[in-house]
């Protein structure tokens, strides 16, 4: 296991369309999703796609207990979802503030479907079907949009609200990354 480095906004490869992974449980997807999670955990991630750190393949992870950088918000299970299809339920949205790895220190408030289903394969090729709504809905768009080369910034409505957490939450004292 290892501590990636996770690309930031700018670097062309987190704008890149991801490849579906084609075999399930090998030694290299292994490898892949536990340096994922390792590095997901490292930086106080919610979660964390693969093109983050340079792989251009579908393959997100995702947890959040107690985790610093969303100090209100609900727990969800550590998750590792592949080749992930996301199928919103209903034309809910609601705006809330996202940060994301790749763009340390800041802040955007982002519209997110509410409810949504999904379905995707583990790392051993077995099905995973959900539905979700909150903030694991929330989630699990995001990192998805990674697969398609989409960060959060891009669905921001009125860049005014988008800054450093430094500056938009003072008394919040979020860590930068
Ligand atoms: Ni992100």
Same mark, same amino acid.
Do not use: L
């Given at each position: 296991?290892?501590?990636e480095t996770v690309l930031k906004m700018g670097d062309p490869r987190l704008l890149r369309k991801a490849r579906p992974i084609e075999a399930f449980d090998t030694p290299e997807l292994h490898e892949l999703v536990s340096n994922m999670i390792e590095t997901m955990k490292a930086l106080d991630g919610a979660g964390l796609a693969a093109p983050q750190i340079g792989v251009d393949l579908q393959v997100v992870v995702f947890e959040v207990n107690a985790n610093p950088r969303y100090p209100d918000v609900e727990t969800i299970p550590l998750t590792v979802l592949i080749n992930p299809v996301l199928a919103p339920t209903g034309d809910e949205m609601k705006e809330d503030?996202?940060?994301c790895l790749s763009?340390? *220190?800041?802040r955007g408030l982002v519209p997110r479907y509410v409810k949504l289903h999904y379905s995707g394969f583990d790392i051993?090729?077995?099905e995973i079907v959900k539905d979700v709504e909150g903030f694991h809905a929330r989630v699990v768009q995001h990192e998805c949009d990674h697969l398609f080369g989409v960060l959060y910034p891009m669905r921001i409505r009125d860049l005014r609200n988008? *800054?450093?957490s430094s500056a938009l939450f003072p008394e919040k004292r979020l860590p930068d990354e």
């Open positions: 296991m290892a501590i503030w996202e940060g763009i340390p *220190g800041m051993y090729g077995r988008f *800054g450093y």
